[in-house]
């Protein structure tokens, strides 16, 4: 981000009419906007777009999951028919939402394969989750869609993720680069048992013992213990930096593959805002580890980019303050 | 709020293609909402308005605060052209905002005026904020403001304030009210230095003995110790509830007034959402008063409505959810 503009949009602030850091973290947001874009007064987001990448995973079949490999390529299907909760809220919140399947486990539109990797990554407590060609072609497709998104218009974009059993490789990603037990990196994904909790507990453990031997390689690490739709995320988010496009984190699962893309690409965090805080533990470990301070802590615990997506009004409400507030001078009114 | 549409919403999230209690907090809200309407799924707002009293106040004179008093009625001039903070909220947040004149200390426009009580609120920490005959007159226009908007199709309420002093007065409403100490209900305002805060303190402590005589009476304590604007908002804000009218509050100040408006109107708080926890610490014991649970945490203190305005696009996004969501049996999705 560009420090000049991150300067003038402060002293911009100083002039609006309110008291100078009245409206708080909205104020620090418009900053953090003006620096992305280099410019001040930063423009609201025009074009956000939502990607949710998608892909199954072998470890589901372990019982991690309350709900069936299945859902993953139907949810897909209800993407596209607009009936899921990212659709609803990025049409609420002026965004578009694309779906790519990296990893699914089901036949789907050609248009959404374009990047598919595998049929559902590996299992990986006990294999990798991908080959070493798959995880490259899969972080090169998540770098490519960045890429696509931005040439086409994009100046703000936002990863959500859809897969059955997908927030036990992010646990496991969590936990090997923050150092953190098993224990404290396991949460209810979409809502499991007791019994299931402790199946996830085993599946991580073990997933865990091999992705600690890998933790100094990044791509590595996404081979052991990810899968494609996670990997594909890693490279999209570390590319939106490289383009200089603002992003707004979800939770868990793009949350822990943001952790692995700031290890790709250090410093990609800049370019990064956090949504919300979700309601599974590891995504407080993530929020830590990146410094990041959550917009919004609705205990919300979807996926598919819908917290990130419920913050992008404050967004756009930090910028349009910048732009539309009167002045003290303008506005005739006194200052201090 | 009405139990049964309650019911209904929360039997309706079961069968929306997610897992039940993953929107978190955004499922309560659109709960909330189908109870303040009475039917499932609720409406989004489709007319939201914010009413901004303003009023000086005579403590303002004992320097509690870093601007001078004639900013109040520059303010109301900056409202009225569209340039202020909740103005630009707003707009983006598609609500609509009026300005009321209660007790500013300067001339306004007639259409501005028409409710206005008198120039100034007196000086708490020696006399009363208000006779009898106009702390009635307040509380009856703030009454009669709420029923005009809901009247004119508003289908939720905000209010806002705007007053140089007025974390005063509402410092001494919240402290008389909760029993708290001076030290404990003292922020920074709009930005004072240690001797204006010291200052400040005097006036609290001296006020608060007068205001903790007449904690039994509401409106005695807003004779003594409110003000005009802070009188007409706490009946505002009553009346909303028995327009079964929903409202986000904003912050310290709309939430003094909301801690009087509970007690002239026990339960009206079951119609009220908290926007927002402001950054003056006064606020944080409004809404364990209140037992409110507050959207949003942006560290904001401008008041005008701005924290409440922030946080209604979480309201439009938790109404459009249940509306718009495919269920699982719509969208062929296998439950759990």
Redesign the interface.
């Known amino acids: 981000p560009d420090d000049q503009a991150r300067r003038d949009a402060l002293a911009r602030h100083e002039r ?11 104020e620090e947001l418009g900053v953090w906007l003006a620096g992305c874009q280099a410019t001040c007064p930063p423009r609201p987001p025009s074009r956000p777009r939502v990607v949710v990448f998608a892909g199954d995973h072998g470890i589901a079949r372990k019982g991690v999951s ?3 490999s ?2 993953t390529g ?2 897909v ?2 993407f596209l ?1 607009g ?3 990212v ?3 990025a ?3 002026g965004a578009t939402v694309r779906v790519v399947d990296m990893a699914v486990d089901a036949d789907t539109p050609e248009f959404v394969r374009a990047h598919k990797v595998r049929r559902g990554s590996g299992c990986i407590d006990t294999e990798n989750a991908l080959t070493d060609a798959e995880v490259r072609a899969a972080v090169t497709a998540g770098r490519a869609l960045a890429d696509e998104e931005v040439d086409g218009g994009a100046d703000l974009l936002i990863a959500g993720d859809m897969g059955i059993g997908n927030t036990t490789p992010s646990a496991v990603l969590v936990a090997a680069l923050t150092g953190a037990e098993p224990v404290a990196v396991i949460g209810r994904g ?2 499991i048992d007791d019994e299931a909790w402790m199946r996830k507990c085993v599946a991580v453990r073990d997933a865990l013992r091999r992705a600690r031997q890998v933790v100094d390689d990044p791509v590595v690490l996404l081979r052991t213990a990810a899968g494609a739709d996670i990997a594909a995320m890693a490279g999209f988010l570390a590319q939106a930096a490289v383009r200089r496009t603002p992003v707004v984190l979800d939770g868990l699962v793009v949350g822990a593959a943001a952790v692995v893309a700031e290890e790709m690409a250090p410093g990609a965090r800049d370019w990064w805002v956090a949504g919300h805080r979700s ?1 599974e533990p590891a995504h407080t470990l993530v929020l830590e580890h990146l410094d990041l301070r959550p ?8 996926g598919e980019g ?1 917290g990130a997506v ?1 913050a992008l ?2 967004l ?2 930090a910028a ?2 910048m732009n ?3 002045t003290f001078d ?7």
Chains 1, 2 share one sequence.
């Open positions: 609006l009419t309110k008291p100078a850091g009245s409206l708080g973290r909205l309350a709900y069936p299945e859902v139907q949810m299907a209800n028919a009936g899921a909760a659709n609803v809220l049409q609420a919140a979409t809502g309601a917009l919004l802590e609705m205990d919300m615990r979807l819908s419920s009004p404050l756009t409400m349009r303050v539309e507030m009167a303008d506005a005739g009114v006194s200052g201090r």
